[in-house]
């Protein structure tokens, strides 16, 4: 009897054992995911928004209309504006996150109806370097790597974690801003091996082929892609399933903020899609034709200070001749 009892203590012992172990190596192996974090989101929008701002001396001394509320406290590092391409992006320390903040101004009015036009119908037409078969959108790509924001945004991310020992990166963008969140954290930790990276973005567009989203996914996890409603802009460039790689493909994860009807009430919410940056019950469930959409997150504006709706609105007629 007790030889029996003995031998049960054992078998159960070993395969506890394995249990444990199998459990532990599933903790050590497993990827970080992105974890959707609202406080975060409301705050990393402001950035977004504030980086939209023209009036330098404002942004420089952090008093620009939209730099209160919840960024109040950021110490600004640096802004960089890139002329020739019309690019602007801010660089600081966001105590209340906490994490150095990267920020990527959006499309401008001025060029957004030529920029939305070209996304109907660009190419992949530049390969990832050293990612066999990564094909990107060459414009975004260029925008982030072949102008001076590049540089500049290194070298004062580099510094700030120096000061700020143990903070993680935190990169966003809207529209085009967010095009250039992407190729951003994805060259932190690529080619500069920074490891807590984190990216939010608002309305982007696809920038790559399924096998470049795959590398991203893997290299960038911790990152949020935020759609809303019937926003035009993440459908584009299009999406077609029967070119497998040679189309267009989300990273992921999205995070969709739609709209919930009660009778004559309505209120927005949120929902987490899947791991394949294409789901089909998220922003790909509905059309995508609406500007305004486009223009608000979170009850934030996007958008330079200075300008209209009339400046971003289409018409039907202009809109069908895309």
Same mark, same amino acid.
């Given at each position: ?58 942004? #420089? ?26 690019? #602007? ?57 072949? =102008? ?46 920074? #490891? ?30 935020? =759609? ?95």
């Amino acid at each position: 009897m007790a030889t029996k009892w003995i031998f049960w203590v054992v078998i159960v012992g070993v395969l506890f054992g394995l249990a444990s172990t199998q459990d532990f190596n599933a903790i050590i192996t497993k990827k970080p995911e992105a974890v959707y974090n609202h406080t975060a989101a409301l705050i990393l929008v402001k950035f977004a928004s504030a980086a939209y701002t023209d009036d330098q001396a404002a942004l #420089q001394a952090w008093t620009c209309h939209r730099c209160g509320g919840l960024i109040q406290g950021f110490q600004l590092s640096e802004v960089i504006v890139d002329v020739p391409n019309s690019l #602007q992006a801010i660089v600081g320390i966001a105590e209340n996150l906490p994490a150095i903040v990267v920020a990527f101004r959006g499309t401008q009015e001025t060029s957004f109806q030529n920029w939305l036009a070209d996304l109907y119908f660009t190419q992949l037409d530049f390969n990832y370097p050293s990612v066999k078969d990564a094909m990107v959108h060459h414009g975004f790509y260029s925008a982030y790597h072949n =102008t001076t924001l590049q540089p500049h945004i290194v070298a004062a991310v580099q510094s700030l974690l120096q000061q700020r020992n143990g903070f993680s990166v935190m990169v966003t963008g809207h529209s085009m801003g967010g095009a250039l969140a992407s190729f951003c954290a994805l060259d932190l930790v690529v080619n500069y091996n920074i #490891q807590d990276v984190q990216v939010v973005t608002f309305g982007q567009p696809r920038i790559g082929n399924p096998i470049f989203a795959s590398f991203y996914d893997s290299s960038v996890p911790k990152t949020i892609r935020m =759609t809303h409603g019937h926003d035009i802009i993440p459908h584009l460039p299009p999406y077609y399933t029967i070119l497998e790689e040679r189309t267009y493909h989300h990273v992921a994860r999205e995070v969709w903020i739609y709209t919930v009807d009660f009778g004559i009430l309505t209120y927005e919410t949120t929902r987490v899609c899947d791991e394949t940056g294409e789901d089909p019950t998220c922003s790909r469930s509905v059309f995508g034709d609406s500007i305004s959409d486009h223009l608000m997150y979170l009850g934030t504006v996007l958008r330079t200070e200075h300008s209209s709706d009339s400046g971003w609105w289409l018409s039907e007629r202009q809109y069908n001749s895309l």
